[in-house]
């Protein structure tokens, strides 16, 4: 064997061994990356929501509330955040928040030539990914006449794909800071002191996702806020609406391989009054007339995306129901705010299999625009 052909054959081994290192590494990162991502079957949601079902009704300032907010902090706890209390007025209760550091993100560089993304991406534009808030409600409606509702329609299968959200994102490096929130509420007082809470950081905040009424309703609909009613500015406010259904696209949710359930947008198309301004009437289309602790951020002009289960395929308003089942007739389709929101009442007619998908469901889509980031950004490299 010549000098020369053993060069070459040393050379080949050389690249060889390089390009077997190379896709070990690549394979690894890839690994690390989407650990714990996708566990579709993970039976956590049905141990969080029994947890918090069994504390009752919990309207805010009563026992069962207080109870249920030390248990979210315990798994909080579990998980190796350090949970605080942050407290609501006039409930007699707190917010449970958990503030998770990002690592910023780096836009395409297609961004900086093209001013409709420059206007889109606004403050945060190629330097900063902003602040994530993702929260959901874990004290119960009050009224008298709701005496069994534990709240697992509600809010204990929202909390559940918190807590889910939480875990996956131990696994999971993205750009914004997030802040996850357990809300104490009736209306919106939870997240007002939540929103209240975020003004005093210098880093804006670029989304808010609640999720409420995850379980119990026909399917799982991704709404904008009210501040998109206005034409000039609706696309700007619904990306991240749009995102969350193009996601749900690109992963093939809801397909026959795919163990979680699809998304969708409420597309009624009929004419309904403005809830901004009842002399004016908008096409009742991407957005619901539900109001709930998003609504804090949507009136401070916070871009926010809220996530229920419902049934928006009717031809008014008023044919609109959160299931079409007629197991619920005597509440005309409603479980919610009514004593049919009751574990045990609801594991009757839904499967714990479909309480453990439809939670697991929402907390992956939610994860997966938590990774994706802003429109055309990436998690910096630097930092990861």
Not at 198 to 212: F, P
Not at 335 to 362: C, H, P, W
Request: proline letters at 2%; charged letters at 20%.
């Amino acid at each position: 064997m010549t000098l020369e052909l053993q060069r070459k054959l040393k050379l080949k081994r050389a690249v060889a061994c390089l390009l077997a290192v190379l896709i070990t590494a690549l394979t690894a990162c890839r690994a690390h990356r989407n650990s714990n991502m996708e566990n579709p079957t993970d039976a956590y949601a049905d141990e969080i929501c029994q947890k918090l079902t069994e504390q009752g009704v919990r309207t805010p300032g009563s026992e069962a509330a207080k109870a249920a907010a030390e248990y979210i902090k315990s798994e909080f706890q579990k998980l190796g955040y350090v949970p605080e209390e942050q407290p609501v007025a006039g409930m007699n209760g707190a917010n449970i928040v958990v503030r998770i550091p990002g690592f910023n993100m780096r836009y395409n560089q297609r961004d900086l030539q093209n001013k409709a993304r420059y206007i889109t991406l606004g403050d945060s534009y190629a330097h900063s990914s902003g602040i994530a808030v993702v929260m959901a409600r874990y004290t119960t409606v009050t009224a008298k006449e709701i005496t069994e509702a534990d709240g697992l329609c509600d809010n204990a299968a929202g909390v559940a794909a918190l807590l889910k959200l939480a875990k996956q994102l131990k696994q999971n490096k993205v750009g914004y800071d997030v802040v996850l929130a357990a809300i104490c509420s009736n209306n919106s007082e939870g997240g007002s002191a939540l929103l209240q809470s975020l003004k005093t950081n210098e880093n804006k905040i670029a989304v808010a996702y609640e999720l409420r009424n995850i379980f119990g309703g026909s399917r799982l609909y991704a709404h904008a806020g009210w501040n998109s009613l206005n034409n000039e500015t609706k696309y700007a406010h619904r990306l991240p609406v749009y995102q969350i259904v193009d996601l749900a696209l690109e992963e093939g949710l809801g397909g026959s391989q795919s163990p979680y359930e699809s998304i969708y947008t409420n597309q009624s198309g009929f004419s309904v009054a403005s809830p901004l301004n009842s002399a004016e009437n908008v096409v009742y289309r991407e957005f619901t007339s539900h109001e709930s602790d998003y609504r804090a951020f949507d009136a401070a002009g916070i871009d926010t995306v809220y996530i229920e289960s419902w049934n928006y395929a009717a031809k008014d308003l008023a044919g609109i129901k959160q299931t079409d089942s007629r197991l619920f007739a005597n509440s005309k389709g409603q479980l919610s705010g009514t004593n049919n929101d009751n574990y045990k009442t609801l594991m009757q007619t839904f499967s714990r299999e479909q309480l453990i998908k439809r939670v697991n469901s929402a907390a992956f889509i939610v994860l997966r625009a938590l990774i994706k980031g802003a429109l055309d950004s990436k998690v910096n490299s630097i930092n990861y």
